[in-house]
């Protein structure tokens, strides 16, 4: 590796600072910077956090945990990792994911060329050169020829838009900005925003230890339980010893998950066999496999969601003591599995502690967050904590929160003005030479899976182009068009994209997310894969390439 200002062979960036940036060192910016590595790319990664992770450095809320398998979840491209690194429970804990990757930049050494404590402000296109020019918020530049943004998709958290939301004066936490430090909820009364997968997880795990804990609800989701075990090391060799059928098993399924769907639709079997089905799932079926092994027309037959989301409603019934809280844990604007389904353990059960108690904002709204707690239209309830476990700007608001310019000072906020228009969800027409990963438009489905996928294809075309000395790379306005009617195409029928969530861009908490759009693709991973194979087996020809 040549350091800065010392070019290596084939540099294709002399001049410049690096041949490639790479902004973000989470999952997607570790795994670029290795492969950057292998290459022989000269590269850097500028990282806004005191550590490596991402999400997984972000989010220590207590009970973060994975909702995937942690074997499935896992990167595949070392195995020498895959031979040393053993997983203690089949949903590995924040705690234990965040060693994994500590893991992984100690045994490649990652953390010498990642700067921590930087965040970019500034992305400019320089036609002059065809570079970047790259600001951190300390005012220093950088400058590079291909930008990677491996900014994540869930990474810019919202607060609640509700009044007096900064003027509370005690303990306030957003669960995506956890303090290092450990929180404890002992004889303390605590009150919770949101239950979405975040909210639950964070809830079931306080209500172990708290005081008294208020759970601020405005909607309800359909959570399943996780059937989270540890795992001996009999068990794990076993599992090691089925890493190529499970890999192979991620590489033909639908999202990369493990799970594969029922081949049969509802309404060819009997009331007495779906049930039996069901219930099988639901006590013993790890993880998604629930909403993801479930039958075929489950996700897009609303008579067939209904069937099963009022058998889900009943096992909410039957777990929730009080039966007024139940009914207010039962979804109603929404069918079980058309947004992204939260796994439980013990979630309901905490509903019947005598310390637990769920306030339904939409029967008594909250009015004001006050400098002691939160007042609703019908009372007044003080707090010692209050968590705000209220999502996210999904997708693009990583990308908003900087200020990226492609050609002629075109704001990419603008380009994407009403909804994201991509080529691939990597590149974007009018922003030469960026590339991203887990961008909008992506397969995202098993996260880790995904970002393998695009960061090998991504810096296998840095190669290719480094190899045929081109300079400048620019999606197509023909191609962006094409990919986004596709990916519009693809989501048609899919009852998940008639919901509100996060995954239909909607944020009620941000003026500018009301309308629904389809910001992630929906297709097959693997049909997503094969169609930029042939891109890449194409000599990227459907590119701007100089
Ligand atoms: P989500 O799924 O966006 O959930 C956010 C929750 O916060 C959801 O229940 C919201 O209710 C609630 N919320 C947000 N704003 C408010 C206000 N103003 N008042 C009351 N309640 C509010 O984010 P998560 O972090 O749970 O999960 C994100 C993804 O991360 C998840 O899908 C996994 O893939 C991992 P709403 O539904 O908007 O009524």
């Known amino acids: ?3 800065v200002g010392e070019p290596t062979l084939n540099d294709s960036a002399k001049g410049l600072d690096y041949e490639v940036l790479v902004i973000g060192a989470g999952l997607s910016g570790i795994f670029s910077l290795y492969r950057l590595r292998e290459l022989g790319f000269r590269a850097r990664v500028l990282e806004a956090g005191s550590g490596a992770g991402g999400t997984w450095y972000w989010n ?3 009970g973060a945990r994975f909702d995937s398998e942690s074997y499935s979840y896992q990167f595949t491209f070392s195995q020498e990792v895959l031979d040393e690194w053993d997983w203690t429970e089949h949903f590995a804990g924040q705690p234990e994911i965040l060693a994994y990757i500590n893991f992984l930049c100690d045994k490649f050494d990652l953390r010498s060329d990642i700067q921590f404590h930087t965040k970019v ?24 020829r291909w930008l990677v943004t491996a900014i994540g998709f869930l990474s810019a958290p919202t607060l609640p838009n509700i009044p007096g939301v900064h003027d509370f004066k005690r303990e306030a936490h957003h669960t995506s900005r956890w303090p290092q430090h450990p929180v404890t909820y002992e004889g303390k009364r ?11 997880q964070c809830i079931q795990e306080i209500a172990k230890t708290v005081g008294h804990l208020t759970v601020f609800q405005r909607t309800p989701n359909w959570a399943v339980p996780l059937h989270n075990s540890p795992i001996d090391k009999d068990e794990m060799s076993a599992i090691r010893a089925d890493y190529p059928a499970l890999f192979d098993r991620c590489r033909r399924s639908y999202m990369n998950f493990l799970h594969m769907p029922e081949t049969r639709a509802l309404s060819e079997v009997s009331q007495e066999e779906r049930e039996a089905f069901w219930e099988n799932l639901y006590d013993n079926g790890r993880g998604f496999r629930l909403w993801l092994s479930n039958y075929r027309d489950v996700a897009f037959d609303k008579e067939a969601n209904k069937i099963c989301s009022d058998w889900v409603a009943d096992k909410i019934r039957q777990r929730v003591k009080d039966p007024a809280t139940a009914e207010r844990l039962i979804p109603r604007n ?9 796994m439980e353990t013990n979630y309901y059960e905490a509903y019947n502690q005598s310390n637990v108690r769920l306030v339904d904002v939409t029967e008594t709204p909250i009015e004001q967050i006050t400098a002691t707690g939160i007042r609703t239209s019908k009372e007044e309830i003080e707090l010692d904590m209050l968590i705000y476990a209220t999502g996210f700007d999904a997708v693009t608001g990583a990308f908003d929160a900087m200020d990226i310019r492609g050609l002629d000072g075109l704001r990419l906020q603008d380009r994407w003005e009403g909804s994201p228009r991509t080529y691939v969800g990597m590149t974007v027409d009018g922003f030469p030479n960026m590339f991203m990963s887990m961008g909008p438009h992506q397969s995202y489905g098993n996260i880790p899976r995904s970002i393998e996928y695009a960061v090998n294809w991504i810096t296998d075309a840095l190669a290719h182009f480094r190899e045929k000395d081109i300079v400048y790379v620019e999606a197509t306005a023909e191609g962006v068009e094409m990919w986004t009617e596709h990916v519009i195409d693809a989501a048609k029928g899919s009852l998940a994209n008639e919901v509100d969530s996060w995954m239909t861009g ?3 908490n941000l003026p500018g997310k009301q309308r629904r759009i389809i910001n992630r693709y929906t297709g097959s991973a693997p049909g997503f894969r094969g169609f930029c194979d042939g891109i890449a087996g194409g000599g990227y020809s459907t590119f701007k390439l100089a």
């Not at 605590?190 to 639950?200: F, K, N, W």
């Not at 929404?334 to 939260?342: A, E, M, Y």
Request: aromatic content about 10%; some cysteine.
């Open 60 to 62: 220590r809320y207590p």
């Open 190 to 200: 605590v009150g919770l925003i949101g239950t979405g997968a975040t909210g639950i």
């Open 1 to 3: 590796m040549g350091s």
């Open 506 to 508: 909607i944020n009620r």
């Open 121 to 144: 402000t500034t992305a400019h296109f320089d036609q002059s050169n065809n570079s970047w020019r790259v600001l951190d918020d300390a005012g220093k530049q950088y400058t590079c």
């Open 334 to 342: 929404h069918g079980f599995g058309t947004k992204r389904v939260p």
